[in-house]
C-alpha cells in the first residue's frame, strides 16, 4: 500500500494516521525539552524540535529542516529542498542522526530546480509532497487544514495562492506542547519585507493580498515568519513586525495591486527549466520518461 501523511487532529485529541481505507488511532507522546537551534543561534525551550536554516546562495533560497528528536526514529522533514545543496542537507541529517520522511515544497518554485527528486534518489523511502492545487507531481497532496507529523510535530497547512496558484505556508501548531512561539514557512507569499511576484504561474496580486491578510497576518503577532528567499541578509520575520513594517502588504488592497503591477521585473532567468522540472518534482521521473 502506498505510503501515506500522518494528519493530526488538533490537540488534546488522539492522533490520527489517514489510509487509503480507514483511520488508525495513535497514543500521544508528551513533550521533553530540547534545543532549537538555528544557523547562528540556540535558545532552550519546552519542545522536542530540532530547527535549522540553510542558505543556497546562488538562487538566495532558504531550506528547513525540522525533526522530533524526542522520538526514538528523530523523525525529520526538509522545506524546499534545492537540487544543488542536497548532498549538503543529506550529510547535515545524518551527522545529527535523523531520518528523513518527507521532503515538502511550499509551491512550484521558477527560480531554481526543487531537491526532492534527488532526495529520493540518494534516501529511498523518503516522500515527496506539494499542495494539490500545485498541479505538480509527488508522492503526497496536501490541501488546507491538513496536517503533516513528524513524531509529535505537526506543521498544518495553509492555502496562500497569488504567487502561484498552488502556494501554501506550512505552520507549527498552537498547542503548548508544539513549538513556541509559532513558526510560518511561508514560501514566496511573504518575504521578509516583501512579497513574491504575481505575474506569472497563475499569480494574482489580489488573491496574495486576501491570502496573506487571512492566513498568515491572523496568526499570533509573535509567530515567526520564514520565508522561502531572502535577497538582503534577513533570516527571520514576525507576523507582527510584517504587519507593521512590510511596505507592500501594509498597503490597501487597491494600492498593493498597483505596486504589483509596476514592479517591471526582470523574467526569471530559471523559469524554463525550473517550472518543467519541478512539475514532476525534481525530475524524478526522468529515467521512466527517457526509455
Known amino acids: 500500500?502506498?505510503?501515506?501523511?500522518?494528519?493530526?487532529?488538533?490537540?488534546?485529541?488522539?492522533?490520527?494516521?489517514?489510509?487509503?481505507?480507514?483511520?488508525?488511532?495513535?497514543?500521544?507522546?508528551?513533550?521533553?525539552?530540547?534545543?532549537?537551534?538555528?544557523?547562528?543561534?540556540?535558545?532552550?525551550?519546552?519542545?522536542?524540535?530540532?530547527?535549522?536554516?540553510?542558505?543556497?546562495?546562488?538562487?538566495?533560497?532558504?531550506?528547513?529542516?525540522?525533526?522530533?528528536?524526542?522520538?526514538?526514529?528523530?523523525?525529520?522533514?526538509?522545506?524546499?529542498?534545492?537540487?544543488?545543496?542536497?548532498?549538503?542537507?543529506?550529510?547535515?541529517?545524518?551527522?545529527?542522526?535523523?531520518?528523513?520522511?518527507?521532503?515538502?515544497?511550499?509551491?512550484?518554485?521558477?527560480?531554481?530546480?526543487?531537491?526532492?527528486?534527488?532526495?529520493?534518489?540518494?534516501?529511498?523511502?523518503v516522500k515527496s509532497v506539494i499542495s494539490k492545487a500545485s498541479g505538480s507531481k509527488a508522492d503526497m497532496f496536501v490541501g488546507p487544514g491538513d496536517k503533516v507529523s513528524i513524531g509529535d510535530i505537526y506543521l498544518e497547512v495553509r492555502a496562500t495562492p497569488g504567487h502561484t496558484a498552488g502556494c501554501v505556508t506550512y505552520v507549527t501548531g498552537e498547542e503548548a506542547d508544539q513549538p513556541q512561539p509559532r513558526m510560518a514557512f511561508t514560501g514566496d507569499a511573504v518575504l521578509i519585507r516583501g512579497c513574491g511576484r504575481t505575474d506569472f504561474q497563475g499569480g494574482s496580486s489580489d488573491q496574495l493580498y486576501e491570502s496573506v491578510h487571512s492566513q498568515i497576518f491572523t496568526l499570533p503577532k509573535d509567530t515567526l515568519i520564514y520565508p522561502a528567499h531572502d535577497y538582503k541578509g534577513y533570516e527571520v520575520s514576525t507576523v507582527g513586525e510584517e504587519m507593521q513594517h512590510n511596505p507592500r502588504l501594509t498597503k490597501d488592497k487597491e494600492t498593493f495591486k498597483t505596486i504589483m503591477s509596476n514592479l517591471n521585473l526582470a523574467y526569471p532567468k530559471m523559469i524554463d527549466v525550473a517550472v518543467p522540472a519541478n512539475m514532476v518534482c525534481g525530475l524524478q521521473d526522468l529515467p521512466s520518461q527517457a526509455n
Open 1 to 125: 500500500m502506498t505510503h501515506f501523511s500522518r494528519f493530526q487532529r488538533l490537540l488534546p485529541q488522539p492522533r490520527f494516521l489517514f489510509t487509503q481505507s480507514r483511520v488508525l488511532q495513535q497514543p500521544l507522546i508528551r513533550a521533553r525539552t530540547v534545543v532549537r537551534s538555528t544557523m547562528g543561534s540556540s535558545s532552550s525551550f519546552s519542545s522536542k524540535l530540532l530547527f535549522r536554516q540553510l542558505f543556497e546562495k546562488e538562487s538566495s533560497t532558504y531550506t528547513y529542516l525540522l525533526a522530533d528528536v524526542s522520538h526514538p526514529d528523530k523523525p525529520a522533514l526538509l522545506i524546499d529542498p534545492v537540487d544543488k545543496t542536497v548532498d549538503r542537507d543529506l550529510k547535515l541529517i545524518n551527522e545529527l542522526g535523523l531520518k528523513l520522511i518527507y521532503a515538502m515544497n511550499t509551491h512550484v518554485h521558477a527560480d531554481h530546480v526543487t531537491g526532492t527528486g534527488l532526495l529520493k534518489t540518494k534516501l529511498p523511502g
